[in-house]
């Protein structure tokens, strides 16, 4: 089983930046994507980033150029970073981080980002 941790959310101003983590324990060989996903309130959950085993990632059209996903990994962890900049209000929203595999589909708590004035 995978246990996942995620933080680094909080109150940030417009055109602020916010790099938030995930940590990944457990089983973590039998992870092949971990993704980034976010909800906004009253809108459905949405893929923001996502990234597989040998490191290549892909984005959502409204985040690209100004998120990056990045992926850090050693024997018994894996750690799964969001660096987020040129935030905006419409970026505010609960971020989750997901990691997928044969046998997985984990979810973290998720971590709260607001971007307002």
């Known amino acids: 089983q995978v246990q996942l941790v995620e933080s680094g959310g909080g109150l940030v101003q417009p055109g602020g930046s916010l790099r938030l983590s995930c940590v990944a324990s457990?089983?973590?060989?039998?992870?092949?994507?971990m993704a980034w996903h976010r909800q906004a309130p009253g809108k459905e959950r949405e893929l923001v980033a996502s990234?597989?085993?040998?490191?290549?990632?892909?984005?959502a059209d409204s985040v690209k150029g100004r998120f990056t996903i990045s992926l850090s990994r050693d024997y018994v962890k894996r750690t799964m970073y969001l660096q987020m900049t040129s935030l905006k209000p419409e970026d505010t929203a609960v971020y989750y981080c997901?990691?997928?595999?044969?046998?997985?589909?984990?979810w973290g708590q998720g971590t709260q980002v607001t971007v307002s004035s």
């Open positions: 990234i597989i085993s040998s490191g290549r990632p892909n984005y």
């Open positions: 457990g089983t973590i060989f039998s992870i092949n994507t």
């Open positions: 997901n990691a997928v595999g044969t046998l997985t589909n984990e």
